[in-house]
């Protein structure tokens, strides 16, 4: 099971990734921390450039100051995960180093998870605030509202402009997989490579058997192979050091048990160096 705070740093990188037409224009700041005392958010982004215009549809409601909140898959949204992002948002702008640095009318709030939160929804509406369907899959929040505010509902956002948020799930679709994919092995730049690699690990964890499907499609695995090769690599690594541990202990094990010799004489003999001689004594 995929902890909660696992989700995180993939949906850092993929809103990044996303808005990566404006990546120039904008500020990223993961878990933007909102005093001295841990009080995170879970994505600040500022927009540098007041006249830029954001390309992608999940920043067109974008002002100066856009505070974002996620859900990973499976977790809920609720009324209290509104007002807590209202809170955070509050607690932003109050924190200005003069007195109304922050204007409230150039702060935005997008929530963002993978089912529709009707529930949430209906309170909202009983509240006094209405709810607009602006694109596939976003939704805009107006009326009794203190900041503009966006929901974004992933399985519903158009596949082909959002892939890396849609392959942020426990049941990612294979389509999504492959678009998200052919769009990646394109990167170059490091930041870009990061996020992707954020994105595909998380994604990769929790479709397990998809991406076995995935590999199957010789273009699709070579594609994947070269966008993990760093991990793949480590993998390797980590696998050949564990068949060395393995082997060492079965020869240690035998030699005590044939020659008769304690664990120490037997790690000597087999020029085990100290370090893992220590470590393993206490397999043995």
Known sequence: MIKKNYWHPAFCGAVEWELKQNKNDLM?????????????MDML??????DAVIENEIGKLFKQYNVLEFKGSGDGLTIDDYYKTIGYACIY?????????IPAEEITLTLIREAFPREMI????????NVDKKYEGIYYLSG???????????KDLDGEKHASLKILSKN??????????????????PGDLQNIDAILQVSVSANKDLYEEVRRDEKMCQALKDLMKDEIAEEIAEQRA???????????????????????????????????????????
């Open 242 to 284: 564990n068949e060395r541990i393995d082997t060492n202990i079965n020869n240690i094990r035998n030699m005590m048990k044939n020659l008769k010799l304690t664990a120490q004489q037997a790690m000597q003999a087999l020029e085990i160096s100290a370090e893992d001689q220590a470590k393993y004594s206490t397999m043995i």
């Open 45 to 50: 982004v500022i927009k540098k450039n007041e």
């Open 93 to 101: 702008k109050g924190l200005g180093k003069r007195v109304n640095e």
């Open 28 to 40: 990223f700041d993961p878990e933007h921390q909102l005093s001295k005392k841990p009080i995170l």
């Open 144 to 154: 009794n509202t203190i900041f503009d505010t966006q929901i974004i509902v992933t």
């Open 172 to 189: 990612a679709q294979e389509i999504d997989i492959h678009r998200f994919i052919e769009d990646a092995k394109f990167a170059e730049e």
């Open 122 to 129: 209906d309170v909202l509406k009983g509240y006094g605030v």
